[in-house]
Every structure is written in C-alpha cells, then in structure tokens.
C-alpha cells in the first residue's frame, strides 16, 4: 500500500493514459478482437475503469518447477461463476487517467465519498456492464474489493496463477506474505485454490507472442544470466526445503489433499447426512 501512494506521486503514472495494477503472477485474459488492451476498453466504451474477475488456476498435479510460462502449465480452475462458496469474487482494476482518484487500492481505485452523483466515473465489470453500486461507492466493508461475477467475463478474466507447482508453492510459502506479517500459506489456502473442475486453455492465444518476446529478452546476456540466476535460486530453495522435516511433511501431505475445496465438501457431507 506504501508503495500505491508513492506511485500515485510519480510523473510515469501521472502521465499515464491507463494505470493497470496487478501481481505477478495474475494474467489479464481478453476475449474480444484481437485480444489486446485497446480491444476490450473499447468494448466498454471507453469507461474511467473496468475491473476484471479473478480465476484462480490450480496446480493441475504438477510437481516439478519448470521454466516455462504458467499460462501454458495450468489450466485447471474451478467453475468461473463460483470459488468454494463464494458467488462473489475479487477483482483487479484497469483505470483511466482521468479518474476522479482519491488512492489506488490493490484491487480497485477509490473516490472522495462526498463526490457527487454527476461526478462519479463510469466503471464497468469483465463484460461491460456497470459494476454493482455498493462496490462502486466502497459501502459494504466486505465486498469493496469483489462482487458477483456471473456473468462477468464475456470481455475478460484475471488468470490468478496463486499455486504453481508444488515446488513453487513451497518457496512461496517459505517466502511468506508480503501483505500480512506472520502470515503461512498454510494447506487450506492451497486447498481453496486447487479445485481442478474446470479446464480453460483460451489464455493460450497469447503464447506465440509471448515467447518470441521472451526469446528476444534472453538473448540480451545480462538478462539471459539474471533469468538462469534466478530460476537456480528457485530450485536451490526448493532442495533445501526438502532437508527440513516440516517442509517434507508439507509437500507429502499437499500431494494427499483433495482438489474439491473445503467449503463443496462440507455441503457434500450435509447433503450425504440429510440422504
């Protein structure tokens, strides 16, 4: 969050024509025309900002850390409209820069509550459509970051690579949250995240062009040893993380779990009890 307010300060982001924040490992996956930026806003008739609906991608089974793009390793997720129990679900904000911004949040923009109502921007969901009231004006503390997604995503969907491989989750979990202090990603946020009930491979579309722009960024030598540095790190994490007892029994016991999620089995076992 400190580092929004300072770039809400800086001239690369004021200059900005649209200002997309997302984490690194969350794809933007646009269905309309040719699959670009200017292809889905234009789509939403130009908006002061769209917000589109995440999809978290499960670990398909994968074990190993390959150095290849996520998006053509998992495409395993859970029904689009639904994740455990929940119909409503987060968001990620593309922002015009005309915005009428009092701050960036991490997954929404935020305006002065006194604006008034002719002053307010048009914002629209993955599909065009205006977003829910409640989310737009921030007033129900819960859902100021989601709201119902069905039928969000004829535009676009936000790819959520939260899991990867199991090696990768391991190093993500030794690496903890850098949001909450203290905070393990402890076995129920993989089994949330991992349901594998639906398989979407439409973000494949972009592989060609990404890996020709991944091809001309390594033939840069400095950039080609930096990536090779980095991805031995990954793996020299991962091995040392095996020589620790905790983390072993962690790895045998994320292989064992179910992929329905916490919330579809508990309903299964109502629904089992009451047969």
């Known amino acids: ?33 040719d699959h670009t930026l200017p292809a889905l806003i234009d789509d939403c008739g130009d908006p002061h900002a769209i917000s589109a609906t995440f999809q978290f991608m499960a670990n398909s089974g994968i074990e ?58 048009d914002w629209k969901d993955g599909s065009g459509r205006d977003v829910p009231h409640k989310f737009k004006i921030a007033e129900n503390k819960r859902r100021i970051r989601k709201f119902p997604t069905k039928g969000g995503r ?12 199991l090696d990768s989750y391991l190093v993500k979990n030794d690496r903890g949250d850098v949001n909450r202090e203290n905070r393990n990603f402890d076995d129920t946020y993989w089994r949330e995240r991992n349901d594998q009930s639906w398989e979407d491979t439409s973000i494949h579309r972009y592989l060609p062009d990404l890996n020709t722009a991944l091809a001309t960024l390594k033939s840069d030598p400095a950039i080609a040893k930096l990536h090779n540095a980095s991805v031995a790190a990954h793996r020299a994490t991962r091995n040392r993380l095996m020589d620790d ?31």
């Open 1 to 33: 969050m400190e580092a929004l307010k300072n770039a809400a300060q800086q001239n690369i982001v004021r200059d900005a024509d649209w200002v997309w924040i997302a984490d690194v490992d969350e794809f933007l996956n646009i269905h309309v025309g």
């Open 64 to 121: 190993e850390f390959n150095d290849s793009p996520v998006i053509e390793q998992f495409n395993l997720s859970h029904n689009p409209d639904i994740w455990n129990d929940e119909t409503a679900q987060e968001v990620k904000t593309l922002i015009r820069k005309d915005f009428p911004l009092h701050y960036y949040g991490a997954h929404r923009p935020f305006f002065r509550s006194i604006l008034s109502k002719n002053r307010r921007p």
């Open 154 to 165: 004829e535009f676009a969907t936000l790819n959520h690579y939260a899991l990867r491989s």
């Open 245 to 275: 007892p905790d983390y072993a029994a962690l790895n045998v016991r994320l292989k064992s779990l179910p992929t329905i999620p916490p919330k579809e089995l508990e309903l299964i076992a109502m629904l089992d009890g009451a047969a």
